[in-house]
């Protein structure tokens, strides 16, 4: 009897992984993108690992665009839209003819020690590159029905306090109100446009982590921003600074963490985490009215983890 449980329990653990490597459907007529973060290092660490499997994966299931949830550039952002880095750590990276689609961009704390608003400046500059503002938003209409989801595109940076006496962070931060960045949100989330089904934000730093757990950045995040996506309906916060990939739901407020597009650091198990992995990669997504896929996929493009969120 023992002996059989074993096999029951052995063969209902395969099934299971089975299950999860099948991921999401390339054939899936969806809102399709990938969420790549932490990424800029001119190659270096598993840079250009990630990006060769990055473009396997844009071959394969053709997404509409990419997010980039910042610390674009490494080690302190860009001086200008001139410099190196652009070519180095993107232009030459993510060449293929098949990745010059739209990259949605935030900012990062590592570009915030260069001139952020010269990757504002470079969406004037690349077709691709998407940043008009420090933050922003996009309605996109989802295919096969009348409904929308909408993203929204916040600059974290401005929302930690201990960066505004920081000698270098400072005179950046300064620069972003973010009082009225959180109005400006908040009208956003909590206006009545009956054809929003999906409300998804898309900032720097996480509001939960096993990477950081209790760091200052991820306490200033979660004071700041806690209540309003719980009391507004934000579906999804994604997140990156991290160097791991997780997916964590505390109390119905659900996050992604994407941010080991190069470095990977260790990331711990919490009460709430439904999935982490301190591996290299990214996350693919397809959103439909009534549900989001997401796949967590490795450097070697093994899918890791298939989550679900239904509407």
Same mark, same amino acid.
């Given at each position: ?156 940076? +401005? ?7 920081? *000698?270098?962070?400072? $005179?950046?931060?300064?620069? &972003?109100? !973010?009082? /009225? ?76 963490? +994407? ?7 260790? *990331?711990?198990?919490? $009460?709430?985490?439904?999935? &982490?992995? !301190?591996? /290299? ?31």
């Amino acid at each position: 009897m023992r002996f059989n449980i074993f096999l029951i329990t052995i063969w209902g653990a395969f099934l299971s992984q089975n299950l999860l490597a099948q991921g999401i459907n390339p054939l899936e007529k969806s809102n399709k993108f990938i969420v790549i973060g932490d990424w800029g290092r001119n190659g270096d660490d598993q840079q250009l690992a990630v990006a060769d499997q990055l473009l396997q994966q844009v071959k394969k299931h053709k997404p509409d665009f990419i997010i980039s949830t910042g610390d674009n550039f490494y080690p302190n952002g860009v001086k200008s839209t001139m410099d190196p880095l652009w070519k180095y750590s993107f232009e030459d990276i993510y060449k293929s003819y098949h990745l010059q689609i739209d990259w949605q961009v935030v900012l990062g704390n590592h570009d915030y020690l260069g001139d952020p608003d010269a990757q504002v400046a470079y969406s004037l500059v690349s077709r691709r590159w998407q940043m008009p503002e420090r933050h922003y938003t996009k309605t996109v209409p989802i295919k096969g029905s009348k409904d929308k989801v909408l993203f929204i595109y916040i600059d974290t940076n +401005s929302l930690i306090p201990e960066f505004y006496s920081n *000698s270098i962070y400072g $005179p950046n931060v300064a620069k &972003t109100d !973010s009082t /009225a960045q959180k109005m400006w949100m908040k009208e956003l989330l909590t206006s009545h446009d009956e054809a929003v089904k999906w409300k998804i934000v898309v900032g720097h730093h996480p509001m939960y982590t096993g990477g950081r757990t209790e760091g200052y950045d991820t306490k200033a995040i979660r004071r700041s921003l806690e209540t309003l996506f719980r009391e507004s309906g934000v579906d999804l916060y994604i997140s990156g600074h991290d160097h791991s990939l997780q997916y964590l739901e505390k109390d119905g407020l659900r996050q992604i963490v +994407s941010g080991s597009a190069s470095e990977v650091t260790a *990331s711990a198990s919490l $009460p709430y985490t439904q999935f &982490t992995a !301190s591996e /290299a990669g990214f996350m693919l997504f397809a959103l439909s009215s009534d549900k989001i896929q997401f796949d967590i996929i490795n450097k070697n493009g093994v899918t890791l983890y298939h989550g679900e969120i239904d509407k």
